[in-house]
């Protein structure tokens, strides 16, 4: 807080106040929370810009936002466009500990933004979501359900500019929580995260449906509610984190300052409800004349309250699609969100979430607009025409891009999904690629979904060069299995045969469980390749025999047959087993 205080101290003396957009473009750790209630504290609004975006996308959504006034460390800043003005955080140190560690008294008009985050947008431009200060204080209603207070210690799980971090913050801070902030390696679903967790005691967290399907088995006595949200919480989730703790389901989108809804306690017998309407917020299930459904009856879900954003931030068309005159409320003024989503009232007063009723999708707990993708793949020069949708042919939900050459071109799927990952961040980049003759379309005129073709996701755009080594022929095994396809070859990469970080972790799993072998996640993402990693492995279960055979050189005779004999015993049980 105090460090907040003064950093917020130096923005009012550059000018930040109601109405200042301020970038900030940090990497992972305290400096993210602070520099962001720095500028709240000094009545500007942050845009959040997650250095691990692809750099053009992060100076787009700077210019976009019209921010005047970049906070960030001096190898972040010199990656971006020169802004009006520019607060090197590591060149300051001197000035900040200079600063007044007060509050600064600043008028801020409730309805002034206190933040602005993007997401996807239709259109096949990202949107900026304006989200006004009193939307903070409608954070609360999940902070009692959560029941944070003092003593508690909420895991800091989500990147900088995904809307979840503001509530993690909020909800952590303003209540007297520690905030648990592991390092990027540490915060990977995985053995390590489940690690951070039991060391730092957590005892509540944020986490959605996809990363606590991967996270592995491991004893966290301490964590004793989970509130999961972005997607639908499977019911063998349920019965994996729930037991032994309140796992709650929350909703809540962007424009609605996150969280709007949130259940009661959930077990796996049914699909989870999305709850009800915390305090502040109203919820009406309509249909398309605006008219409410009855119970049971499927209907557009509208979002009313304290929490609802401004609008998108230079978008004024879009802004009056979305955010309509509330016809229910007294409030004079009054707006609701149109959430697309579509819901129905259950017989106890909750909320079933059924689906959606545009063509927005949900990629591990990620809003993606396919239109967005879209727009990126038909600006490469190659390409004449692009459908991007949502498949689950192999149980899991994936992205997949279709695209008709520009005649002449021959596009290769690999060099257009690079396209694509230089441009998106990695939930927006397709699993696969696939070159169609045209793209098809119904009697209507719009996409005809059904007449795509599945991909051949085993085709990686290398030529085929079968695993060489025995190392190489179990890792091989495993990807197939973890990925779905029937074949793997030496030279073919784990993300293009539709690998993603979630599937690196489970892959990291395997690797300790069926071959014994303890590999950091980052070696799957700095070694990609088949026979990278599995040169990888090689050095690792090497370095392993070569301390092995140290400790058994100091080893007596007699020391040696009570070790062999021991490992014996123990061995003979499995055996027979």
């Not at 609004?45 to 750099?55: E, Q």
């Not at 019911?235 to 994996?240: H, N």
Request: glycine letters at 10%; proline letters at 9%.
């Amino acid at each position: 807080d105090a460090r907040a205080n003064r950093i917020a101290g130096l923005l009012r003396e550059m000018g930040v106040g109601p109405e200042t957009r301020v970038a900030l473009c940090l990497e992972r750790g305290p400096d993210q929370a602070a520099c962001a209630l720095a500028v709240v504290k000094a009545g500007g609004a942050f845009v959040p810009l997650d250095p691990a975006h692809p750099r053009d996308r992060r100076a787009w959504l700077m210019a976009d936002s019209g921010a005047s006034l970049l906070v960030a460390t001096r190898d972040l800043a010199d990656g971006l466009p020169e802004a009006p003005r520019v607060l090197v955080l590591d060149e300051a140190e001197d000035r900040i500990a200079a600063a007044s560690p007060a509050s600064p008294e600043v008028e801020v008009p409730l309805e002034a933004a206190a933040y602005v985050v993007y997401t996807s947008g239709s259109t096949g431009t990202p949107k900026g979501v304006l989200v006004p200060h009193r939307g903070i204080g409608a954070m609360h209603g999940f902070a009692d359900a959560m029941d944070v207070g003092p003593g508690s210690r909420l895991l800091q799980f989500y990147s900088f500019s995904f809307d979840m971090f503001v509530m993690e913050t909020t909800v952590g801070l303003t209540r007297g929580a520690c905030l648990v902030m592991g390092n990027p390696e540490r915060m990977r679903p995985g053995p390590d995260l489940v690690a951070l967790m039991r060391s730092e005691r957590v005892t509540q967290s944020l986490i959605s449906p996809a990363v606590l399907a991967v996270m592995p088995e491991g004893e966290l006595p301490d964590l004793h509610t989970i509130i999961s949200g972005g997607e639908a919480l499977p019911p063998e989730t349920v019965t994996r984190w729930g037991a032994g703790r309140r796992l709650l389901n929350g909703y809540g989108p962007t424009e609605c300052t996150m969280g709007a809804t949130v259940s009661g306690p959930v077990d796996g017998e049914r699909r989870p409800p999305i709850g009800r309407a915390i305090p502040g917020y109203t919820t009406w299930v309509l249909d398309p004349e605006m008219r409410p459904s009855p119970v049971g009856a499927p209907g557009e879900l509208y979002l009313g309250g304290v929490g609802v954003a401004r609008g998108y931030l230079g978008r004024p068309g879009l802004t009056a699609e979305r955010f309509v005159p509330d016809p229910y409320g007294g409030e004079p003024g009054a707006r609701l969100y149109r959430s697309g989503d579509r819901v129905a009232w259950r017989g106890d007063g909750q909320l079933d979430f059924l689906g959606r009723v545009d063509e927005q999708v949900k990629i591990r707990g990620h809003r993606i607009e396919p239109r967005e993708v879209e727009a990126v793949l038909r600006a490469h020069p190659d390409v004449h025409a692009a459908a991007v949708i949502a498949r689950e042919d192999r149980g899991e939900k994936r992205l997949v891009g279709y695209v008709v050459a520009r005649e002449g071109a021959d596009p290769s799927p690999g060099a257009l999904r690079e396209h694509v990952a230089a441009r998106l961040p990695n939930a927006m980049v397709p699993s696969a690629v696939v070159r169609i003759e045209r793209i098809p379309l119904n009697t209507h005129g719009k996409l005809d979904v059904r007449a795509l073709p599945a991909p051949d996701l085993s085709d990686s755009g290398t030529e085929h060069v079968p695993p060489r080594t025995p190392t190489e022929q179990a890792l091989a095994a495993l990807w197939a299995e973890l990925l779905g396809v029937p074949r793997v070859g030496a030279e073919d990469s784990f993300f293009d045969l539709g690998g993603h970080s979630l599937l690196a972790t489970r892959l990291v799993s395997a690797l300790r469980l069926k071959l014994d072998v303890e590999l950091p996640l980052r070696d799957v993402f700095d070694a990609p390749r088949l026979s990278q990693l599995a040169d990888r492995i090689d050095v690792v279960q090497a370095e392993s025999l070569a301390a092995l055979g140290a400790e058994l050189e100091g080893l007596s005779e007699d020391e040696l047959r009570t070790l062999l004999d021991e490992t014996a015993a123990a061995a003979a049980p499995a055996e027979q087993g």
